[in-house]
């Protein structure tokens, strides 16, 4: 079992950047894949970015390709989101999820946080 815990949404403006943490509890966070997915209202959930066990690999959506960053930091049980530039449809729900293997399929993630809200402003 692994407790996550997101922080870092808020209300911004178009263009501007947000930092995203989820913090884990329980299990060893490192053998743990992690993802970040977003919904926005009346939205499907979508994936935003994954990362591997170890950090080395990333994936991302091709929505948030070269604005948003995944990172983590294993000794503090956190990964995170880097968000810049950020445009009104990336208005949404932004949760962070654990699994024993990295991918974009929400399906397949285990854990989920309760996620933290990230309004953008045109």
């Known amino acids: 079992q692994v407790h996550l815990v997101e922080s870092g949404g808020g209300l911004v403006q178009a263009g501007d950047s947000l930092r995203l943490s989820c913090a884990a509890s329980?299990?060893?966070?490192?053998?743990?894949?992690m993802g970040w997915f977003r919904q926005a209202p009346g939205k499907e959930r979508e994936f935003v970015a994954a990362?591997?066990?170890?950090?080395?690999?990333?994936y991302y959506a091709d929505s948030v390709k070269g604005r948003f960053t995944i990172s983590r930091d294993n000794a503090k049980n956190t990964v995170y989101l880097q968000m810049n530039s950020l445009k009104p449809e990336d208005t949404a729900v932004y949760c962070c999820?654990?699994?024993?293997?990295?991918?974009?399929?929400?399906?397949?993630?285990?854990?989920w946080g309760q996620g933290t809200q990230v309004t953008v402003s045109s």
């Open positions: 999820a654990a699994d024993y293997g990295v991918g974009s399929d929400s399906a397949r993630y285990d854990y």
């Open positions: 990362i591997s066990r170890t950090g080395y690999t990333t």
């Open positions: 329980g299990r060893a966070f490192s053998s743990f894949a």
